[in-house]
């Protein structure tokens, strides 16, 4: 069984009892516990099933690394999957259950399910089975698969996220990823150059792993030297020092994600959970370690076997063994450390199993010394199968797995090697190459990933760079951290030495499988990916059909895809797909390495972004008094703008509906503080205008108004409103409320980028000015009551005041412009005050226009409005494919003028054809309304048997005005097709009939406008 | 996430300030060209694996337009240098070349 | 004008930092050739200034002057007195190519104040705000999160920012949401 040791434990607090829970039952753990050590503490081995086969799993590692040990944490409003036991920190009232079972952990009907479906379930499973026999899969394959699969449980979609997260942007000279001796040494040489330090270490202490492992550094013991060092570190003002933060991922020109878990140890305790560290470095050190690899021995899943390092882990940081008998299986000299830190707390070590025949060095010798069994040129045949390590089949190495001995224990520690954790140097590009002595891949520091100076950025440090042995690893941080300062622009220095003990070792011997010539029972039984089920037998058939590239096999075989990324898989997997292809490893090489090292909430990468803040919303200043009258919103791209103004027992489209009446007989009122309205100023000014509308500008008179149109380079039309000149070399340039920032840009784009000698300047005056729509028979009558209200005002008459005018001056004590264009037909005014005023002077309207039967109206109302008049709507006549010809707008476009942006490309031959479809008015026989976006249908099909289309409309509404639905649409050559009864069938299944008309509804000769 | 130092206001301006903009140095062709040029000159766009000369907006910042020299496979950014001009300065063609000895652009060859 | 308004009418919040909206000021976006003594003399007679270095705002008597472009300056100035320095600029610099507008009313102005100030703009915009990197006078337009913003240092550590009027409540919320109390980082105080 695996329990807590009555000593040992360097992180707990055995006087801090922590009370916790896993799959409702109640347990106990310390302070300073992980979830994994805690749960081993208890005797809970046993902690999830796998992925595929629903196998049992235990806890295989100590830290991110481990595969298995994923629950779900928290409940309610602060639940989340997939989170790692080994990263949790313990706290009291934590939560967890485990995942991937039905109907118990204990008890799983999957595990017995995979028995029969385990054939099927093998590499390319998913490929092969979607071929054949066809309703297999949706019938008897897909129920199965949805059953068992799927990683832990969604949180409930009714529940919004409790905590809160943000970014923080950080600039250094140094970066430092990893707080074990490697990083603190790196971090003391880069600060000892006055360079602007920050080191990040994911876990909640400093010094990684070396307490463990033991050994001198300085004279000190490492725990010692740790602390010593820390504190001098935090003595400095140009080192910054944070723990519980993850170096997520390296990108492009020094740019590097940390993540910090602020209230994952201490959840509610107010600010935010997570937050995302967007830092600028000029040279990051990555002092990441390294992972031990497991060994490819038949049963290295059943629950008891796990990584030698992370069993001493267990023993000496937070006092727990995983078993009492423990068998020790290793191919190098690291794992006999275990076997000493098992021996001092008390637990049985009943063989140590070394693969090489000449077995160990110092360690070794101490290990016997123990008085402990070591037996070399030894293997692990097999560990029976079940919910716990019971016994151990023992082997010679280099054969079949034959002859086998069988022990018993309950407990084996394996160690098949160290890998670097080469993730952050490989995420923007660092090479890697591979060591035939440590049997792994380490980075080959002359191909760094390179930043925008075109040098390299990244250096590693310690076990990260390859060296394994303590001697080897403080001197290759000194080195790095004295480098890394230095390609940061501080002065060089002579890397300092650093005195320490170490033990000699012998070679390592690389091990792939266990034993070396396992037959095909026990390589079916002997997982490399222990998360995706993905076993030595899988990988090997993938090379049997073709699957030479590594990238492919871990696609076909889904090695390495899981959560953990591969971290403990990916080596074993490929030198076992190189021995089956007759490659060397390095020739096979390793798949790409991305970011993030280790999987970050999406909530922190969101940051601030959600709820109120989660996009900026635009309001015009009269806002607040829309939404507290009936406002239904319409988003109009970050803007919000009333859609209609529903009243008490109306629906949105009555409301819509009495708008439309009302304007039209009344008076309505329509914020249009949202329009663009761009100055355009200078000497060059109407030449320009000239090139951006198609239309002239530069003849337009000082006082008056134009209509114009905007077309990009290849001839579209992209925005249009009316124009006005306000002196001799200024313009005002009105835009549509999602053209403002556009085609501002889109000015200045041209000015800077093309006539760059044309003296035009530009300024963005759209929020500068809240401008109010006074529309309908009786908008004359409000203005000049509120001038008369305030003593005087401009002139508002039509002779003062005439169509497509405008004026600068006072209108109820305003000071207001003044614009005499319609976009309804109506008599209407367009006033811009100060945005402001904008509030103060929308109250005035309203209540001065009480007596005229005031109301305001919203969007669907002007949209109603100007289709009723045929006028036309950028974003609905309009979708980027579409020119001003098609839509009758020939009047629009100036022959005079030699060039405008746009003429060249209406000039090319699909431009010019008369088969494009073109702008009619339609009328429903039946005066129902058209669906949006319908399709005419005419005679004969296309080559997909489908009705061949011949138009389709752009815009449909009910208009109250004329009691029946009006639309446009762009038919093919409509204009010549009047009085046609065209079908457009409809998505319900109707056919729709409508007549093609003019697109004018209403006030044909455009009396009403003109009064 | 690449920075760019803007040559207007000396910002080094992360992407998120930025707005790049295609090609840089594009001749612009109006009416009177052929079909071919104008064809060209709307869609024949450079996508070199090495040196490209691009135009990038300091949006999130003074505005300005500028041309970078930039290296689009290893990001290497050789200048950045002013929008008003059709081709690159002699100074910026040589700090290519001497990174990158044989560059060529259009008829230029470094 | 007793009709005029502020974007979120002086509200204000107190956590890590000071948050508040601090109220109408006159603003003037002024376009021209920095190089001449005419637009030079022009800047100075509008707000007893020089015309500022790139990334810098300068103070005068009457109003300041920041650099937004190579040819654009902010003026501020007093709020009621803004149509009459745009008419004196018009006056100035009349024969020169040049562009001034009022822009008063479609800015939303903001300071965050406190010793955490550094940090609650550091969690939102893209700008080392470490010490020494940017200094009293420092004017720095960019990206506040999702919006587009300008911001500078006074003589008193109060930082300054300037955005749309429109997104003026977005900034607010989002300055508050960085200053949560609890939210601290601790590097810069």
Request: charged share 25%.
């Amino acid at each position: 069984m695996s329990t807590r040791l009555a000593k040992q434990g360097r992180l707990i607090d055995r006087s801090k009892q922590i009370e916790f829970s896993f799959n409702g039952k109640k347990l106990k753990g310390y302070a300073g516990d992980t979830l994994a050590s805690a749960l081993l503490a208890n005797d809970q081995m046993l902690v999830g099933r796998s992925f595929k086969y629903h196998r049992p799993r235990g806890l295989v590692a100590s830290g991110s690394e481990e595969p298995n040990a994923l629950v779900g944490l928290g409940s309610s409003d602060r639940f989340e999957p997939n989170q790692r036991a080994t990263t949790t920190e313990l706290f009291s009232g934590l939560s967890a259950q485990s995942q991937n079972h039905w109907p118990s952990l204990e008890y799983d009907v999957g595990e017995l399910n995979s028995k029969f479906f385990s054939r099927f379930l093998t590499a390319g499973f998913y490929y092969k089975m979607f071929i054949h026999p066809r309703p297999f899969w949706k019938h008897v394959y897909e129920p199965f698969i949805r059953q068992s699969a799927g990683l832990g449980k969604a949180p409930d979609k009714e529940l919004k996220d409790a905590d809160t997260y943000e970014h923080f942007y950080y600039f250094c000279d140094v970066l430092v990823i990893g707080g074990g001796v490697a990083g603190l040494q790196a971090a003391k040489s880069a600060a000892a150059t006055g360079a602007k330090v920050l080191v990040l270490e994911e876990k909640s202490y400093w010094g990684g792993r070396t307490p463990v492992d033991g050994g001198t550094i300085e004279g000190l013991d490492a725990e010692a030297w740790i602390a010593k060092t820390v504190a001098e570190l935090e003595a400095m003002d140009n080192v910054t020092l944070r723990t519980r933060t993850m170096g997520a991922g390296v990108y492009d020109h020094g740019y590097i994600l940390g993540y910090e878990r602020l209230t994952d140890h201490a959840p509610g305790q107010g600010g935010p959970r997570h937050r995302l560290w967007r830092i600028r470095a000029t040279q990051t050190v990555t002092a990441t370690g390294a992972i031990e690899r497991p060994l490819s021995f038949a049963g290295n899943d059943v629950p008891g076997v796990m990584l030698a390092a992370s069993m001493r882990d267990y023993v000496v940081n937070w006092g727990v063994t995983p078993g009492q008998k423990v068998v020790v299986a290793t191919n190098n000299d690291d794992a006999y450390r275990t076997a000493i830190s098992l021996h001092e707390a008390g637990v049985e070590v009943v063989r140590v199993l070394d693969t090489r025949e000449s077995g160990g060095g110092d360690l070794a010798d101490k290990v016997r010394a123990l008085g402990i069994r070591v037996e070399c040129g030894r293997a692990i045949a097999k560990v029976k199968d079940g919910k716990r390590v019971t016994k151990v089949a023992i082997c010679a190495q280099n054969g079949e797995g034959g002859a086998r001995e069988e022990i018993e224990a309950d407990a084996v520690a394996m160690s098949g090697g160290w890998s670097p954790v080469v993730h952050l140097w490989s995420h923007c590009g660092g090479k890697l190459t591979w060591d035939d002595a440590q049997a792994h891949f380490r980075p080959d520091p002359e191909r760094a990933p390179t930043g925008h100076d075109g040098k390299p950025f990244v250096v590693t440090a310690g076990c990260a760079s390859g060296p394994l042995t303590l001697s080897a690893v403080m001197a290759d941080a000194a080195a790095a951290g004295a480098k890394a300062a230095e390609a940061a622009g501080r002065p060089a220095q002579s890397v300092v030495e650093v005195a320490t003990s170490d033990l000699t070792e012998a070679p390592m011997e690389a091990v792939w499988m266990m034993p070396a010539k396992a037959d095909i029972k026990l390589r079916m039984k002997t997982w490399l990916d222990y998360q995706n089920d993905v076993k030595v037998s899988d990988v090997q058939l993938a090379a049997r059909e073709g699957y030479e590239s590594v990238e492919h096999t871990k696609r076909y075989t889904t090695l390495g895809m899981a959560t953990d990324q591969g971290k403990l898989s990916n080596i074993n997997g490929l030198a076992i797909l190189a021995d089956s292809l007759g490659a060397e490893i390095p020739q096979v090489g390793t798949t790409t390495f991305r970011p993030p090292y280790h999987p970050i909430s999406m909530a922190s990468i969101a940051g601030e972004a959600r709820g109120e803040i989660f996009q900026p919303l635009r309001k015009t200043p009269m806002y607040d008094w829309h939404d507290s009258n009936g406002a239904h919103w319409e988003p109009v791209g970050h803007w919000r703008r009333p859609y209609a103004y529903v009243r008490a027992g109306e629906s949105v489209h009555d409301a819509v509906n009495r708008e439309v009446k009302n304007t039209r007989e009344n008076l309505g009122l329509l914020d249009a503080s949202t329009l663009g309205k761009l100055i355009v100023k200078g000497p060059d000014a109407g030449k320009f205008l000239d090139m951006l509308y198609t239309n002239m500008m530069s003849t337009l008179k000082i006082g008056k108004c134009r209509y114009g149109l905007m077309c990009s380079e290849n001839g579209f039309l992209d925005d249009d409103g009316v124009v006005a000149r306000i002196d001799e070399d200024t313009w005002l340039c009105h835009t549509t409320t999602g053209g403002a920032d556009r085609i501002h840009a889109h000015m200045e784009e041209w000015l800077q980028t093309e006539w760059w000698d044309w003296k035009v300047y530009v300024t963005n005056a759209t929020e500068q000015l809240a401008q109010v729509a006074v529309v309908g028979p009786n908008a004359r009558k409000v203005l000049e009551k509120l001038n008369a209200n305030a003593g005087g005002g401009m002139d508002l008459s039509k002779e003062a005041l005439a169509f497509m005018e405008w004026k600068d001056g006072e209108i109820g004590g305003f000071k207001a412009r003044a614009y005499r264009i319609s976009f309804s037909g109506e008599l209407s005014y367009e006033i811009a005050v100060a945005a402001s005023e904008g509030q103060a002077f929308w109250n005035a309207l309203v209540e001065a226009g009480k007596e005229f039967g005031v109301m305001p109206y919203g969007t669907e109302c002007l949209h109603i409005l100007r289709a009723e008049k045929g006028f036309i709507m950028i974003g609905d006549e309009t979708d980027g494919t579409v020119i001003p010809q098609d839509l009758g707008l020939h009047w629009a476009l100036s022959k005079k003028k030699e060039d405008y942006l746009g003429k060249r490309a209406q000039q090319r031959s699909h431009m010019a054809d008369p088969d494009r479809w073109q702008l009619v008015g339609l009328e429903t026989v039946d005066g129902s309304v058209l669906p949006d976006g319908a399709y005419a249908v005419g005679n004969g099909t296309n080559a997909n048997g489908q009705k061949n289309t011949i138009g389709r409309v752009t815009s449909t509404y009910y208009s109250a005005t004329v009691g029946r639905g009006i639309a446009m649409g762009l038919v093919k050559h409509g204009p010549k097709r009047m009085g046609e009864v065209l079908d457009f069938p409809g998505t319900d299944g109707k056919i729709y009939k409508a007549k093609i008309v003019e697109p004018i509804f209403y006030d044909k000769d455009g009396e009403k406008q003109n009064v | 996430m690449l920075i760019l130092e803007c040559p207007y206001c000396g910002v080094k301006a992360e992407e998120t300030e930025l707005h790049g903009g295609g090609e840089a140095h594009l001749k612009r062709f109006g009416p009177g060209s052929s079909d071919d040029e104008f064809h060209d000159y709307l869609f024949m766009k450079e996508n070199p694996r090495g040196v490209h000369l691009e135009r990038w907006r300091h949006v999130n910042g003074c505005g300005k337009w500028f041309h970078a020299a930039r290296c689009t496979q290893t990001l290497e950014v050789f200048a950045t240098y002013s929008a008003q001009t059709t081709e690159p300065p002699q100074e910026v063609k040589d700090k290519i070349s001497a990174k990158r000895p044989g560059w060529t652009w259009r008829e230029f060859e470094g | 004008m007793s009709n005029a308004v502020s974007a979120l009418g002086g509200a204000s919040f107190a956590g890590l930092a000071k948050v508040t909206d601090t109220g109408l000021g006159g603003m003037i976006t002024l376009r021209g050739d920095f190089a001449s003594a005419k637009f030079q003399a022009a800047v100075k007679a509008a707000t007893g200034t020089e015309v500022p270095a790139t990334r810098k705002i300068v103070f005068g008597d009457t109003g300041a002057a920041a650099w937004m472009s190579p040819d654009e300056l902010l003026l501020l100035v007093d709020y009621d007195g803004v149509d009459a320095v745009v008419a004196k600029l018009g006056e100035d610099l009349a024969g020169e190519h040049h562009m001034a507008v009022n822009v008063s009313d479609a800015r939303a102005c903001f300071s965050v104040s406190g010793d955490a100030a550094c940090e609650v703009i550091a969690k939102v915009a893209p700008v080392d705000l470490d010490d020494g990197q940017f200094l009293a006078g420092d004017f720095r337009r960019t990206r506040f999160a999702q919006v587009a913003g300008a911001f500078w240092l006074d003589e008193a550590g109060v930082f300054h920012i300037v955005c749309f009027r429109s997104v003026g409540e977005y900034m607010f919320n989002l300055l508050k949401a960085a200053a949560h109390p609890q939210s601290k980082v601790g590097v810069y105080a």
